[in-house]
């Protein structure tokens, strides 16, 4: 499920081994802040857009990913 990287379209995350690399990542890491009882969401937002916005900003301005994106 793409979830809409900044910058990236829907393509480059489906069609790229990077964008799916960091999709699969992102999915992951929101996969466990739903599971997880102690992640309360955004005021506003539900858990899941929460854990969305969460997962998507760190995993896209980590070292590791910033330097594939560009």
């Not at 393509?11 to 997880?36: F, H, M, N, P, Y």
Request: charged share 35%; proline share 4%.
């Amino acid at each position: 499920m793409p979830y809409g990287v900044k910058g990236k379209t829907k393509e480059w995350e489906e069609g790229t081994k990077t964008g799916q690399k960091v999709d699969a990542r992102i999915e992951g890491c929101v996969s466990k802040l739903l599971a997880d009882p102690d992640f309360k969401p955004q005021q506003g937002r539900t858990k899941k857009a929460s854990a969305i916005a969460v997962c998507k900003s760190s995993i896209t301005k980590s070292d590791e990913f910033r330097k594939q994106l560009s």
